[in-house]
């Protein structure tokens, strides 16, 4: 049973750093995506960030290139999302997800995924 439980969210200020963590358990890390997503109140669910660890590549969205980076620590069955220079525009409750993607262009395809953690929230104050 795949099994994901976030951490690491809070209350920051803008330009400030956060780092969120994801622990999974379940998980055939080689042919799995590994993602954060978000959402922001009376928004729709999008892709922040993924992770294949079968080709060691790593995917975001335009909003947070040059801010965000997604790593993957295997030993520790864990997924970071490292957010740096944050924007009030970043506040939202963040998931972690994983699945079988049929492609690689899927990757911030939040329908794409089939198992959702609880989320954490990130508030970014200005």
């Known amino acids: 049973q795949v099994q994901l439980v976030e951490s690491g969210g809070g209350s920051v200020q803008t330009g400030g750093t956060l780092r969120l963590s994801c622990v999974a358990s379940g998980v055939t890390r080689n042919n799995y995506f590994m993602g954060w997503f978000r959402q922001a109140p009376g928004k729709a669910r999008e892709g922040v960030a993924a992770?294949?660890?079968?080709?060691?590549?790593?995917y975001y969205s335009d909003s947070v290139i040059g801010r965000f980076t997604v790593s993957q620590s295997n030993a520790e069955n864990t997924l970071y999302l490292q957010m740096s220079n944050v924007k009030p525009e970043d506040t939202a409750m963040y998931y972690c997800?994983?699945?079988?993607?049929?492609?690689?262009?899927?990757?911030?395809?939040?329908?794409?995924?089939?198992?959702w953690g609880q989320g954490t929230q990130v508030t970014v104050s200005s």
């Open positions: 997800a994983t699945g079988v993607l049929a492609q690689e262009a899927w990757a911030l395809r939040p329908e794409e995924y089939t198992y």
């Open positions: 992770f294949w660890s079968l080709l060691d590549r790593s």
